[in-house]
């Protein structure tokens, strides 16, 4: 159904440390989303791409993640300092264009363990 | 702020058997996506609307933008059809960037 690669599948980290997560979205697709979902299946928008260029992320991703979508290299989420609560799976999602009208396609995630 | 409320949050069907899920917007929503969640965790697209039904197979969705709500309705259920079904809709503001407002799921259960 989707061919959003995201690398690795499970990483875990002790309190402190760096998380960092790859995706490389559809072919063809230049819009990149990142959500976090955590155990109780609740979704959270992080930050999404057009191209190169954020369009919009929340407070906690401007404060406390590096993210980038560089042309021609997988994008990346990193967690500059890993907490107990960032313990989620990481799902990236791509689609054809921005705004709206346009359907997402996930990958199957990173599942971060912050021990 | 906008909110999804998804409906059952679990729901358990015999073989054959059919029923719906549905989800209800706070305000008004540009388009409807829905996922199933398989056994590796990955959300699979069922349908993407931005207004009317859809059908494919023994699923069938409808979204009504103006009423604020979304169906997804399964007929002749299988086993293969268990897993949890997310809504997820994309709110009608022009700085949404398409971003999606999930639901909280529906745990859907086919028993032999």
């Known amino acids: 159904n989707s061919k959003v690669i995201q690398t690795p599948r499970y990483l875990v980290k002790g309190q402190g440390q760096k998380a960092k997560m790859r995706c490389i979205p559809e072919?063809?697709?230049?819009?990149v989303f990142w959500y976090q979902q955590n155990k109780n299946n609740e979704f959270k928008f992080l930050i999404n791409?057009?191209?190169?260029?954020?369009?919009?992320q929340i407070d906690m991703t401007e404060k406390r993640f590096s993210a980038e979508c560089p042309s021609n290299s997988p994008c990346s989420l990193e967690i500059q300092s890993s907490e107990a609560g960032d313990s989620a799976l990481y799902l990236c999602?791509?689609?054809?264009?921005?705004?709206?009208?346009?359907?997402?396609?996930f990958g199957e995630g990173s599942r971060l363990i912050v021990v | 702020g906008d909110q999804v409320e998804q409906s059952p949050s679990a729901l358990s069907l015999h073989e054959g058997t059919g029923s719906a899920l549905r989800c209800n917007f706070t305000t008004t929503m540009r388009a409807v996506q829905w996922f199933r969640k398989n056994s590796r965790g990955s959300l699979i697209n069922l349908f993407y609307l931005a207004s009317g039904t859809k059908e494919n197979g023994r699923l069938k969705s409808a979204f009504d933008s103006k009423e604020r709500y979304s169906t997804l309705h399964i007929r002749d259920a299988q086993l293969e059809d268990s897993g949890t079904y997310f809504c997820a809709a994309e709110a009608g503001v022009n700085y949404n960037q398409g971003k999606l407002i999930f639901g909280q799921g529906t745990k859907l259960s086919i028993k032999p």
């Open positions: 072919k063809g697709h230049p819009v």
């Open positions: 791409f057009q191209n190169q260029e954020v369009l919009q």
């Open positions: 999602a791509s689609s054809l264009t921005g705004g709206s009208g346009n359907t997402l396609y």
